[in-house]
């Protein structure tokens, strides 16, 4: 009787937290393709009741639909689950059960979801997410019963992964670590050179590393970041989830596979792109127009409309033959607004003439600390 109490105290908290209505929020607007790939909006690294979070797997694509994300994977913790054994029924849910009640919803709503788990081990080597998985019960028999974070069985649980063509990354380099720190451990090292994983988390929730940026592109590596959500997701108006920006030749979960595998994706974090800058600047292209007029060829007025939902921080140095008169132009390109800047002659000039802007685009990081710079050019 007292299990049978349990478990209907588990499915009351359930249908309490997981049945909640999709209410539209703001959408994350980027331009829909860029370079001939499709841009897609991932999170790649959230919990469940399944595992250490508070939600129930229908919570996790309700948000997500809501935001207008394209995938997500559900990545509860392989080794640690105590909201399960908190309510006595942690031998009655496979590893699989996240995902499986999750699958409807996404399908009905046209969500990918993406089947994956978090391999938890102690610090070093620490946490890896494995996407793409086959079947997360096979990695049950690869858990110390008596001490389940043992670090020593770490290569076990990955070779799993790797046998199920999975993709892994190595979530949150600095989380516990005494000096709060990111720390490339030998064993992470050995781990690497031995092909076990292949990206890094640079932003986990709202933290940012440079040093993780370095790291990753350094070792041509796959950018990651994601939200790592245990409660639901709490966003502000004009607020956005940190999230991978994933560039795919289709809008299918084998696509993601293999853009994440050839490193197309760019790290989103509060207003800032972290990435290479081919995609980078591709972004910003796609997003900003320019146009121009004049006035009795005494000013020059260069309009900067933006149709995304990122703010640009821009810089520009003064072109040739114009003039600001204080060097260089700082100004921020609202989201789904205008900016404009207004440049004297310095020369003489005719209708059709061509000019070129170098910029800095402060938001947009292709490397640790490093902000993307680009021409402008375009014709009077």
């Not at 607004?337 to 170098?358: R, S, W």
């Amino acid at each position: 009787m007292r299990r049978v109490l349990s478990v209907l105290a588990f499915i009351l908290f359930s249908v309490v937290t997981g049945l909640s209505q999709i209410v539209q929020i703001d959408e994350l607007r980027l331009p829909k393709e860029i370079l001939g790939y499709q841009v897609l909006k991932c999170d790649l690294h959230m919990h469940t009741i399944f595992s250490d979070g508070i939600v129930w797997p229908t919570v996790r694509v309700n948000e997500a639909i809501s935001e207008g994300l394209d995938a997500i994977a559900i990545s509860d913790h392989l080794e640690y689950r105590p909201r399960l054994k908190e309510m006595n029924v942690s031998d009655t849910i496979t590893r699989n059960s996240a995902f499986r009640l999750a699958s409807k919803n996404a399908d009905n709503a046209g969500l990918l979801l993406i089947p994956a788990l978090e391999i938890t081990k102690s610090v070093p080597p620490g946490h890896f997410n494995a996407l793409f998985i086959k079947d997360a019960d096979l990695f049950v028999p690869y858990i110390n019963t008596i001490k389940p974070n043992d670090p020593s069985t770490v290569r076990a649980a990955l070779k799993e992964a790797v046998r199920q063509n999975a993709f892994i990354f190595w979530n949150h380099p600095w989380y516990k670590v005494k000096t709060n720190e990111s720390i490339w451990f030998p064993i992470i090292d050995s781990l690497y050179n031995e092909g076990y994983f292949k990206g890094i988390e640079v932003v986990n929730s709202n933290r940012y590393d440079p040093v993780v940026l370095g790291w990753v592109q350094s070792k041509k590596m796959t950018i990651l970041a994601n939200t790592d959500s245990h409660a639901p997701v709490s966003l502000e108006k004009g607020q956005y989830r940190t999230m991978n920006i994933v560039f795919a030749k289709e809008r299918t979960v084998e696509s993601i596979h293999e853009a994440l595998l050839e490193r197309r994706s760019v790290a989103y974090s509060n207003n800032f792109l972290y990435g290479d800058k081919i995609f980078l600047e591709a972004i910003f292209r796609s997003s900003v127009k320019v146009e121009t007029s004049t006035n009795f060829d005494k000013t020059v007025h260069i309009t900067f409309m933006n149709n995304s939902s990122l703010s640009y921080n821009i810089a520009i140095k003064e072109a040739k033959g114009f003039s600001f008169g204080m060097g260089k132009k700082i100004l921020t390109i609202p989201q789904k607004g205008e900016a404009a800047v207004i440049m004297t002659p310095t020369e003489k000039f005719k209708k059709g003439d061509k000019i070129t802007l170098d910029i800095r685009v402060d938001n947009l990081q292709t490397g640790p600390d490093t902000a993307l710079k680009m021409e402008l050019s375009f014709s009077l």
